[in-house]
Nanobody, 114 residues
Framework: VQLQASGGGLVQAGGSLRLSCAAS????????IGWYRQAPGQEREWVAT???????NYADSVKDRFTISRDNAKNTMYLQMNSLKPEDTAVYYC?????????WGQGTLVTVSS
């Protein structure tokens, strides 16, 4: 099973980006999916999750700015990020469960300039 994250880049504060995470070897539609991020010198932190039933949950720091979603036909999850702030700068990782463990994507770097 593999998760391939993409969509990161450099954006000015107030801008938007959409991250994608394509899965192979597993079906995302029946799983809880998640996004985490790790800023330089900090621990990895939870950003958002979506249950198999489609219920989203967000960290307070991104609520009302970020939206998690999935496209079952493409077996891909997304993170739409709006109103980006410099403090959102981090490597963003997607994950999903697989046989009792979490599988992680390779990470995609988001840099927000002030």
């Amino acid at each position: 099973v593999q998760l391939q994250a993409s969509g990161g880049g450099l954006v000015q504060a107030g801008g938007s980006l959409r991250l994608s995470c394509a899965a192979s070897g597993t079906n995302l539609s029946s799983k809880t999916i998640g996004w985490y991020r790790q800023a330089p010198g900090q621990e990895r932190e939870w950003v958002a999750t979506m249950s198999a039933g489609g219920a989203p949950n967000y960290a307070d720091s991104v609520k009302d700015r970020f939206t998690i979603s999935r496209d079952n036909a493409k077996n891909t999850m997304y993170l739409q990020m709006n109103s980006l702030k410099p403090e959102d700068t981090a490597v963003y990782y997607c994950n999903c469960p697989y046989w009792g463990r979490l599988v992680w994507g390779q990470g995609t770097l988001v840099t927000v300039s002030s």
